[in-house]
């Protein structure tokens, strides 16, 4: 009897949960066979308890998340989509601080979402379109099978669409703990460790190694704008400076209208992020009032426009300068005829003095003229006399009465 005993409790140890002592040796008086089968029918409903518990334990994990697999992206996104899909989109951006800072899960794909792709395509070598097509698509469910998700309850009221319809649960990408503190992975990403999503619980022994964690709070805030100013003002151009008290780029609007409206106005952008701002204008007209407006936008989106600025362009400096004759000839020559022709840099009047007398005196000469201005001259000299050689001078004057002339040049009519 006691090799009997010693063989129940064998098997009550089997189950994986302890039968009371007392069931047993209550049972001395029964036979052996009743005994065992008793013990055996035992057996059996524990480990259907033990089949239940376990089913209850993978379902749990899947509904967490934590079965891999289960989680996919099968359509291709853009900006404006919105869905489950799009909130497991977000989760796997948000996984890296560096693509999606902003960390919404709201299942809108709005402007940040775009933004956070964009970057997650820059920091794998795709296309920066800013949408989910096949390549993107094919990346974003690779990380998914390498680092599973989780649940989280969704009770921000921060969305990206600003709607507040992003509440209940949201999905959350999950890092393996090991990660964060294994010298393998720390040696491969420059000491840099993964960022542990909110979601995620790490094991208390990973926690204790791990320094503080800094909060990262969006950025909401436009940069502030001072300084502004125009310099290097010249008859068709001007530089615009500024700063800000961020990194932001720059835009200046301008035209001859005030008040400027920027949706009509001419621009100049720069795209480089920078603090301090300087903008080239060009192209301008002199003696004229020019409004313009800058505006930065910083690496978040948030945009800053200044209040509206103005400056005058120089006027056109008065012309001092005289033409410059060349080329001057005398062609068609006959008996009582001539032509003479020059031609000046810029456009300018046309006359002609001649006589026989050298040096010719230019204010008792005969002459002929031509108001007109141009650049290429001609003059036709009539009733001139034959066998005669006669000496003239050209002369021209531009539109600000600047004169140039020739020196004296001659000619001898033909018999």
């Known amino acids: 009897m006691n090799k009997l005993k010693t063989s129940c409790v064998a098997l009550v140890l089997v189950g994986t949960m302890v039968i009371p002592a007392a069931f047993v040796f209550a049972q001395t008086n029964q036979s052996a066979s009743d005994l065992i089968s008793q013990l055996q029918s035992q057996i059996q409903a524990l480990q259907v308890k033990i089949q239940e518990l376990k089913a209850a334990q993978t379902a749990a994990k899947t509904a967490l998340g934590e079965v891999k697999d289960t989680l996919k992206l099968i359509r291709q996104l853009r900006q404006g989509m919105s869905g489950d899909d799009v909130k497991l989109l977000q989760a796997v951006l948000a996984a890296d601080g560096t693509v999606y800072p902003e960390g919404f899960i709201t299942g809108y794909f709005g402007r940040l979402t775009a933004d956070a792709v964009k970057r997650f395509q820059k920091k794998h070598g795709l296309g920066q379109a ?165 505006e930065s936008q910083d690496a978040s989106g948030n945009i800053a426009t200044s209040s509206e600025h103005s400056f005058v362009t120089l006027p056109v400096p008065p012309d001092t300068t005289a033409p410059v004759i060349s080329s001057v000839t005398s062609s068609g020559i006959g008996s009582t005829i001539a032509t003479v022709g020059w031609t000046t840099n810029e456009s300018a009047t046309s006359k002609v003095y001649y006589g026989t007398v050298t040096p010719l005196v230019l204010g008792s000469a005969s002459s002929i003229s031509d108001a007109s201005l141009v650049t290429s001259h001609s003059l036709n000299l009539i009733g001139l006399s034959a066998s005669t050689t006669y000496y003239y001078v050209a002369e021209s004057k531009d539109a600000a009465n600047n004169t140039a002339l020739s020196s004296e040049q001659s000619f001898v009519t033909l018999p």
């Open 130 to 294: 800013g949408n989910v097509g096949p390549k993107t698509l094919e990346k974003l469910n690779k990380n998914l099978d390498e680092h599973p998700l989780g649940e989280e309850d969704d009770d921000d009221d921060e969305d990206e669409d600003n709607n507040n319809d992003n509440k209940g649960k949201r999905p959350c990408a999950i890092v393996p703990p090991g990660h964060l503190i294994a010298p393998g992975w720390l040696r491969k990403h420059d000491g840099e460790r993964p960022i542990v999503p909110p979601c995620q619980k790490l094991p208390p022994g990973i926690e204790k190694k791990l320094p503080p964690s800094a909060t990262t709070t969006p950025d909401m805030t436009a940069p502030s704008i001072t300084s502004v100013s125009a310099t290097g003002i010249t008859l068709a151009g001007v530089t615009i400076t500024w700063t800000t008290n961020e990194s932001a780029k720059s835009k200046v609007y301008y035209g001859v209208a005030s008040p400027l409206n920027l949706a009509s106005a001419a621009s100049v952008s720069d795209a480089t992020l920078v603090t301090a701002h300087s903008s080239a204008l060009s192209g301008l007209s002199a003696s004229t009032t020019y409004y313009f407006v800058v």
